[in-house]
């Protein structure tokens, strides 16, 4: 299992790991207990998984980090791995938060933009390739309404609806034209008309005002789906539809939820990630089932879990580590719904999967090599368990 993506890098060439397994039966999992020593009683607002890395806001804005830190992305001002969440600085104003593979980018309440972590490709956005153990300001505007964290680039968007992008740009990820890479934020074309953007490995997704879906990237498995394998280097829409409400962008595929709550998957299936109950990657999106009531979704590495009406959770795909919570280690090609009813968000990393419930309580599991469930421990996890 390769648990960083910068080697992918170094040679220019995606990987994708998968889990050889049968079964795609719909399974309800045990939940299970507060791990020793969690803490049980605090509350949560938001969660971001990176690569190896976990980040989250507490309602009362402090943001944790844990889990892997071999290049100082938990923003600790050292490198040390960490197994329970730590607080990063003593500030109480943080409002959002993304994880990369090996870097983090979070806004704080008067809307800068913060970065630090691993920044070989200027995906700090601070106009060098110097690593940052610390939260360090990107720029000195305080405009940033979105932020987003992708393999080993960023994008955020602006209070005035503009898009930016920067950091890794070998194959067009960054929408601004060739695959030259950024060191500071570059403005996407001169719409500023974006509503929503999601970041994967080497590809970018994003919605305009008028619910449009726009693609762009690396695209060899069809994540970008516009019917082809073909990389995109300035932002291309997918199909001619006006309805589009939500997008999550995985390792080499993509989901979409639509204004009519219909499911719609696309690009790399080697695991079951699209949800279609087979492995066919697919260049243009496909309705996953008939289900007209998803509400959110969400991409890892291989991976793929979304939310229905009625607070439930249903996860499919790869699942070698439990980072579909439903207690054993089979894949599956076709939702299957997580224990309990009352999920409120959901974020996936590579390998792992975390969410907070209605009662913002947080839950994670799955792969925990770098203690990224934040229980303690190191022990992967096949079910949800509380932090």
Same mark, same amino acid.
Do not use: E
């Given at each position: 299992m390769a648990r960083h993506r910068f080697m992918f890098l170094l040679s220019c060439i995606t990987v994708s790991l998968g889990v050889v397994a049968a079964g795609s039966t719909a399974t309800v999992a045990t939940m299970g207990a507060p791990a020793s020593g969690a803490s049980t009683g605090r509350v949560w607002m938001a969660i971001s998984g990176g690569s190896d890395q976990t980040c989250g806001i507490r309602t009362d804005h402090t943001l944790w980090c844990w889990g892997e830190n071999t290049f100082g992305q938990l923003g600790l001002g050292?490198?040390?791995?960490? $197994?329970? !969440?730590? #607080? /990063? +600085?003593?500030?109480?104003? =943080?409002? *959002? %938060?993304?994880?990369?593979s090996v870097h983090t980018c979070g806004t704080r309440t008067d809307h800068t933009l913060w970065c630090w972590g691993w920044n070989f490709s200027g995906q700090l956005g601070l106009g060098d390739r110097t690593e940052r153990l610390r939260p360090t300001q990107v720029g000195f505007a305080s405009d940033w309404a979105q932020i987003s964290a992708g393999g080993y680039h960023s994008c955020g968007i602006r209070i005035n609806h503009t898009l930016w992008c920067w950091g890794y740009n +070998?194959?067009?990820?960054?929408? /601004?034209?060739? /695959?030259? $890479?950024?060191?500071?934020?570059?403005? /996407?074309?001169?719409?500023?008309? =974006?509503? #929503? %953007?999601?970041?994967?490995? *080497?590809?970018?997704?994003? %919605?305009?005002l008028d619910r449009t879906l726009w693609c762009w990237g690396y695209d060899p498995d069809g994540q970008l789906g516009v019917g082809d394998r073909t990389d995109r280097h300035r932002p291309t829409q997918v199909g001619h539809g006006t309805a589009w409400a939500q997008v999550g962008t995985g390792e080499a595929h993509t989901c979409g939820v639509h204004a009519n709550h219909t499911l719609w998957c696309w690009g790399a299936n080697r695991d079951g990630e699209l949800g279609l109950g087979n492995t066919t990657r697919r260049l243009e999106p496909v309705q996953v089932g008939r289900g007209t009531d998803w509400t959110r979704i969400s991409a890892g590495f291989s991976h793929t879990c979304g939310l229905r009406a009625h607070h439930t959770l249903w996860c499919w795909g790869s699942n070698g580590t439990g980072e579909l919570g439903l207690g054993d280690t089979t894949w599956r090609a076709? !939702?299957?719904?997580?224990?309990?009813?009352? =999920?409120?968000?959901?974020i996936l990393g590579d390998f792992r999967t975390c969410g907070i419930r209605t009662n913002d309580t947080l839950w994670c599991w799955g792969y925990n090599s770098s203690g990224e469930l934040g229980l303690g421990d190191t022990t992967n996890r096949l079910v949800p368990n509380k932090v």
């Open positions: 050292d490198k040390t791995d960490r $197994n329970v !969440p730590s #607080q /990063v +600085g003593g500030g109480a104003d =943080w409002a *959002s %938060i993304s994880t990369g +070998g194959f067009g990820a960054l929408g /601004v034209g060739g /695959v030259h $890479n950024r060191g500071r934020p570059t403005q /996407v074309g001169h719409l500023s008309d =974006w509503a #929503q %953007i999601s970041l994967g490995g *080497s590809h970018t997704c994003g %919605i305009h076709q !939702p299957a719904q997580v224990v309990r009813t009352d =999920w409120g968000r959901i």
